[in-house]
């Protein structure tokens, strides 16, 4: 394996932490990737089944993706005042206390339960989001893309475990009493509670709260610098650049177009006579393919620029409408090509957002900025949430598709107008 050698002496520190914090935080990655998974392919089948309705099935998705908002607030706000440890700790626990809430949901036939706690589930998505930024916070400014993408890869290997568990884990539901289509919740919740401890433990040295402190002896050491010359020195990182806007515009409509696309298929694909084992391997491709691909995106943002990246990640996105629309419903083949577009058109526009943001913010107010910016995310997604069972109920899946597709290429004028902003 090849060193790294620091560009200065006084940046193996600063190595040394990143490393360390890189492998928690992808740990806890491949932890909460399986809970994240598992609840997304059996989440709008649990509410078909309780609820009898397939235009409500979008409704729990919505709730929880909702929830995530909260979350996001939640979490950047914990980091921003006492670090990423605590804050992303918390917001697994949350999904964790979540998922158990599911689970009672389904054995008493309580919608109403059931609805506030996929509202709480939501934190562990948000949560599973929150990561990427930590990942980032001790990272070179042209290695930001980078860091981030080896966070978001590390929730492939769980991301495709978990819809693969479906059949299994719904097997061992059934043999404990508890209704079949909430069996991928218990592994969810499992898998929250051990990111929590994971990251309660391992999250050390705290990435924000190191960054801080090292920017804040750069600061010192070039004002004594400066006086010594008697010179004045530059304030560093106290405004905020452009760019946040466009960096929030671009992660907005990958997430309300993959969510709408994503939430529908496996209820588009029960209804045209499907298994859960189906539906399992498609969300399992699509959540590999969300997040499998981040190394080389990370190459590509910091190589070609964030701007690029996120203008074909509009392209990809309407090719993945267009395959999904047109279909067969026989063909989990094509579905399965579909939502492997889907989930790589929404891992370029991810990285490339994220990286947008973070360069625009400084770290004084890094991490609840970022906190703000994940609420119109999972805004964006609860609006794509709701909308898909509605739009599919009165027009169809392939309408959904199709117009998903169309929505996305609105990231090309967020991305010119940015580009002419610079």
């Known amino acids: 394996m090849k060193t790294v050698v620091p560009a200065r002496p006084e940046d193996?520190?600063?190595?040394?932490?990143?490393?360390?914090?890189?492998?928690?935080?992808?740990?806890?990655?491949?932890?909460?990737?399986?809970?994240?998974?598992?609840?997304?392919?059996?989440?709008?089948l649990l509410a078909q089944d309780m609820l009898g309705s397939t235009s409500l099935a979008g409704l729990v998705s919505a709730l929880s993706i909702a929830g995530s908002a909260l979350a996001a607030v939640a979490v950047g706000r914990i980091s921003q005042g006492y670090g990423r440890r605590p804050g992303l700790a918390a917001g697994y626990l949350a999904g964790a206390a979540g998922s158990a809430g599911v689970v009672v949901a389904a054995i008493a036939g309580n919608s109403l339960l059931l609805f506030v706690a996929m509202f709480v589930y939501g934190a562990g998505t948000a949560t599973n989001l929150q990561a990427r930024y930590a990942g980032?916070?001790?990272?070179?400014?042209?290695?930001?893309?980078?860091?981030?993408?080896?966070?978001?890869?590390?929730?492939?290997?769980?991301?495709?475990?978990?819809?693969?568990?479906?059949?299994?884990?719904?097997d061992l539901a059934h043999a404990l009493g508890i209704p079949y289509l909430a069996g991928p919740f218990l592994l969810a919740g499992a898998a929250y509670a051990?990111?929590?401890?994971?990251?309660?433990?391992?999250?050390?040295?705290?990435?924000?709260?190191?960054?801080?402190?090292?920017?804040?002896?750069?600061?010192?050491?070039?004002?004594?610098?400066?006086?010594?010359?008697?010179?004045?020195?530059?304030?560093?990182?106290?405004?905020?650049?452009?760019?946040?806007?466009?960096?929030?515009?671009?992660?907005?409509?990958?997430?309300?177009?993959?969510?709408?696309?994503?939430?529908?298929t496996p209820v588009h694909m029960q209804d045209h006579g499907h298994g859960t084992a189906a539906s399992g391997l498609v969300i399992?491709?699509?959540?590999?393919?969300?997040?499998?691909?981040?190394?080389?995106?990370?190459?590509?943002?910091?190589?070609?620029?964030?701007?690029?990246?996120?203008?074909?990640?509009?392209?990809?996105?309407?090719?993945?409408?267009?395959?999904?629309?047109?279909?067969?419903?026989?063909?989990?083949?094509?579905?399965?090509?579909?939502?492997?577009?889907?989930?790589?058109?929404?891992?370029?526009?991810?990285?490339?957002?994220?990286?947008?943001?973070?360069?625009?913010?400084?770290?004084?107010?890094?991490?609840?900025?970022?906190?703000?910016?994940?609420?119109?995310?999972?805004?964006?997604?609860?609006?794509?949430?709701?909308?898909?069972?509605?739009v599919v109920a009165a027009s169809g899946f392939p309408l959904l598709a199709i117009g998903g597709g169309i929505l996305a290429l609105a990231i090309v004028p967020a991305v010119v107008a940015a580009a002419r902003s610079r």
């Open 12 to 44: 193996l520190p600063r190595l040394q932490a990143q490393r360390r914090v890189l492998i928690a935080l992808v740990t806890a990655q491949i932890l909460s990737g399986a809970g994240l998974a598992a609840g997304v392919t059996v989440g709008a």
């Open 136 to 170: 980032a916070d001790l990272a070179a400014p042209g290695r930001r893309a980078d860091a981030v993408s080896t966070v978001l890869v590390a929730t492939t290997l769980g991301g495709v475990l978990g819809p693969n568990l479906a059949a299994p884990t719904g």
């Open 194 to 264: 051990m990111a929590t401890v994971v990251l309660a433990g391992w999250l050390r040295p705290d990435p924000l709260l190191l960054a801080r402190a090292l920017e804040a002896e750069r600061t010192a050491a070039a004002h004594a610098q400066a006086d010594g010359a008697g010179g004045r020195s530059r304030p560093t990182g106290g405004r905020r650049r452009p760019g946040v806007p466009a960096g929030a515009l671009v992660m907005v409509f990958t997430q309300v177009v993959m969510v709408a696309i994503m939430t529908m």
């Open 284 to 390: 399992a491709i699509h959540i590999g393919a969300m997040y499998l691909p981040s190394p080389l995106t990370g190459w590509l943002v910091d190589r070609f620029g964030p701007l690029r990246i996120a203008a074909a990640s509009a392209l990809v996105l309407l090719a993945a409408g267009i395959v999904a629309a047109n279909a067969p419903g026989d063909s989990v083949a094509l579905f399965a090509v579909a939502l492997a577009l889907l989930g790589l058109g929404w891992n370029l526009g991810l990285v490339a957002g994220t990286t947008i943001v973070t360069d625009a913010v400084p770290l004084a107010t890094r991490a609840r900025t970022q906190g703000l910016v994940d609420v119109s995310i999972a805004i964006a997604g609860a609006t794509g949430g709701m909308a898909s069972g509605l």
